[in-house]
């Protein structure tokens, strides 16, 4: 059974109206990352209200779903887990680690509009790292993290300044359970970046530069992603 995938403007919202075979499941994972590339949407809702059971198999799908949605520059979040079915996912063990959740639409879409999006410029680089030292403290970390995720922060936006221009980066903040992370995500439609593995390694550059940027700031956070197409651009 096809998901219905409706687009409010930068967000992509898909409503589950019933069960779902894993070949619907896998349908529609693919279906989302076509349009989020298509569409060049900033946010994915999925809407699991009407599942009364989710089992590995859609846990797993919808992590994929998340995941995949941010290396092309939007956040996922689930919406609708009703009470049964999260009290049945605690019993198997199984988790939504790193993917958003909401109570409803309403709150899912409150969330995606929350984001902090930083335009990116010669001047705007302390901007971008102010407003995430300021995400990161309103989620609890300490002064000390709080200085980590700004460095980060930093050193992709001048990578962004330096081969592309300009960019934007959009800063979230990511719940799991008890536990809250910050997002980001950096995008810009510059020249690409040819060898990413090379280019994530200690001291390359193609600038002159110290080639410590991209490799420095995969240190300093728990996770690092680079997707990058030759001619389109990086995020």
Do not use: W
Request: charged letters at 25%; a negative charge; proline letters at 2%.
């Amino acid at each position: 059974m096809e998901v219905p995938i409706l687009k409010q403007g930068h967000y992509l919202i898909a409503s589950i109206q019933s069960a779902l075979t894993d070949a619907d499941l896998s349908q529609l994972r693919e279906a989302l990352i076509e349009r989020v590339g298509r569409f060049r949407a900033r946010g994915v809702i999925v809407d699991v209200t009407a599942l009364d059971v989710m089992d590995s198999f859609a846990v797993r799908t919808l992590r994929d779903i998340a995941h995949m949605a941010r290396l092309r520059g939007a956040e996922t979040v689930i919406v609708g887990i009703q009470p049964e079915v999260a009290f049945a996912m605690v019993q198997l063990g199984l988790t939504l680690k790193g993917v958003s959740t909401a109570l409803d639409l309403e709150e899912g879409l409150a969330f995606l509009n929350v984001q902090t999006q930083v335009r990116i410029d010669h001047v705007d680089v302390v901007t971008a790292r102010q407003r995430g030292r300021d995400l990161a403290a309103e989620a609890g970390f300490s002064s000390g993290d709080q200085t980590v995720i700004a460095a980060a922060i930093s050193e992709i936006a001048r990578n962004i300044l330096m081969y592309a221009k300009r960019g934007e980066i959009a800063l979230s903040v990511v719940a799991n359970g008890d536990r809250q992370g910050v997002v980001v995500v950096a995008r810009d439609q510059g020249p690409g970046i040819r060898d990413v593995p090379r280019a994530m390694q200690d001291g390359y550059s193609t600038s002159g530069g110290l080639g410590l940027g991209l490799p420095g700031a995969r240190r300093l956070m728990d996770d690092f992603d680079v997707v990058s197409d030759a001619g389109k651009g990086t995020t």
